[in-house]
Every structure is written in C-alpha cells, then in structure tokens.
C-alpha cells in the first residue's frame, strides 16, 4: 500500500464530536482497476483463467476414492473442462458428515492430474496443511466460510501458487475485495475471485447466486470472476440454465461439481452433474457467443 492516504472526517453532529480516519484511496488497493488497469490472467499448468477465453472447473465435490475420482477426471477432460476440482478437506456443517480423504486425497488429486494433464485445485482449510497443498495442488481453494480468516489469508498471500477465493454466504462484495486484498498485499497477485451464492431470505435453492456481482467485481477489479452454480443452487436441474448465463454476464469461467454417481455420492450429490450432463453443458456453452471483457470495456465508455 502506498502512503498517500486521505483523511475523512466522521461523526460531526450535536451529540458526536467530528473524528479524523485516516483510510487509502480507492485507486491505492492493489484489487482495484486504478492499480492495474488490464485484466490479471492466472495461469495453472496449461490452463489460464481470466483475460480472453471462459476457463471450466469441474469435478466432484470431494475425493472419495481413486476409482470415482481418474473416471471423473478422464470424463470432464474429454468433455473440455481445463481445471479438475476435489475436496480432500471438507467444511462440513456437522462433524458427523464426510470430513474428506485428507492426505490421501491430496494423492489422487495428484494421480488425476497426471492421468489427465488437467491443473488441480483443492481447499486449504487449516494453515497447518499448507505446506501439503503446496506439494500437490495447483490452485489452492480458500472456501466460502474462511473468507475472512484473515490469518489464512495472509498466510497464502505469501506462497507462489494461484488462489482461487470464495465469496463467504455473508460477504459484501466490499468485504470480498478486501478479502482479496489481504493475499494481494503479502505479494501473491494470483487471485481468482469466485461467486457461489450468497445466503438471503429465498429457501427453494441452496443460496441465491448474485449474478450482478460479476459485473460489480469486474468493473472494480482486474482480478479474473468466475461462477460456482453448483453450491449457489444446491439442484443440478438449474446448473445448466444458470451456468449459461455466467458465460452471457461476462465471467472468465466457471466452477461446476460432477460425479459419475451423484445418488451415491458422499457430498453434495444433488447439486452434482453426471459426465453426461456436464458434456451437454459445455456443448451449450460452445455453442454461445461469448461476451467477452473486452466488450465490456468498450460498453463501459458509450
Ligand atoms: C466447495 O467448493 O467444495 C465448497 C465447499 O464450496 P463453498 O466454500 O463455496 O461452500
Ligand atoms: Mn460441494
């Protein structure tokens, strides 16, 4: 952070005596389009995400064997996704739930990629597993409920490996970007922001995915957007429309959850996709003009 600030004088009425807050410009935050203007593009092994072209994570919500995860690998590769997902950690909202494979998990993760040559990209739960991640990861998730460890923020802020950040369920977009801006601050500027539903008063999905975040993030932020319309819906009947619509609003790409057995899947079956379905959807996608950042900008000036 630079060391020009502005002052801004608050609390001046009757009752409250005027107090000076020292805070950064807007164009001082290392997110922002003032720092940078050009779009930041991520690179994971071959894949790229952010800049030209829609980057596709797909994969199942957790690893839970070698079979179900190199036969989901191989299907989302033939159908072109370019970054394989799996939780090897997994935040359950009980402690009775599937916890993950853990370092096993992180071990065919590893498998997947080489058997496929898709990038691979898990979540970081406990700083304590970092050094694990490191080893065996390309992109390290940071999920929506630790979007504000700030502790954990700082700590991938200072490794030389992509993040890929979730809006937390409570997140203001604001709140978001500063969350960004702790990893951006300890030196590591690949930052992939992800949108994933936020949590409002409509219970008929899972959470209620805020599409005009993509436009807000990207008109502030150089970092690249990507949608994650499996855990905002929570049914995999509306991954398919709404995953048509990232593309239209104009993210840099998507992350979707696939299992060859969504009813016998040990973590969010229901939201899951078939290798079926997913192959349908990235036809559909294929099939979309795309709208791409550049036409944005040049909206942004009529
Ligand atoms: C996930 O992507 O596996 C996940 C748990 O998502 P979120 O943090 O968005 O709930
Ligand atoms: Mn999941």
Known sequence: ???EQRVVQEGANNWVRPVKRI???????????????????????????????FAVIAGPCS????????????????AGAHVLRGGAYKPRTSPYSFQGMEEEGLKLLALAREATGLPVVTELMDADELPLLEDY?????????????FSLLKKVGKINKPVLLKRGLMTKL?????????????????????????????????????LSAVCVLKERSHLPVIVDPSH????????EPLARAVLAVGA????????????QALCDGSQSLTPEMFSHLMGELNAMPSFRPADQAALKQV
């Open 252 to 263: 840099d790409g998507l992350m979707v959850e696939v299992h060859c057995h969504p009813e």
């Open 23 to 53: 805070e950064p410009k807007p164009g001082q935050f290392l997110y922002s389009r003032e720092a940078r203007a050009q779009d930041t593009v991520v690179k994971a092994g071959p894949a790229r995400i952010g800049g030209a072209g």
């Open 1 to 3: 952070m630079q060391s």
């Open 137 to 149: 990861v390309d992109i390290i998730q940071i999920g929506a409920r630790n979007v504000q460890n």
């Open 63 to 78: 690893v839970e064997s070698k079979e179900q995860l190199v036969e989901t690998a191989e299907k989302v590769s033939q």
């Open 174 to 210: 604001d709140e978001f970007l500063l969350s960004a801006e702790y990893i951006l601050a300890g030196g590591n500027d690949q930052v992939i922001l992800c949108e994933r539903g936020i949590r409002t008063f409509e219970t008929a999905t899972r959470n209620t995915l805020d």
């Open 232 to 239: 905002a819906t929570g049914h995999w009947r509306f991954v």
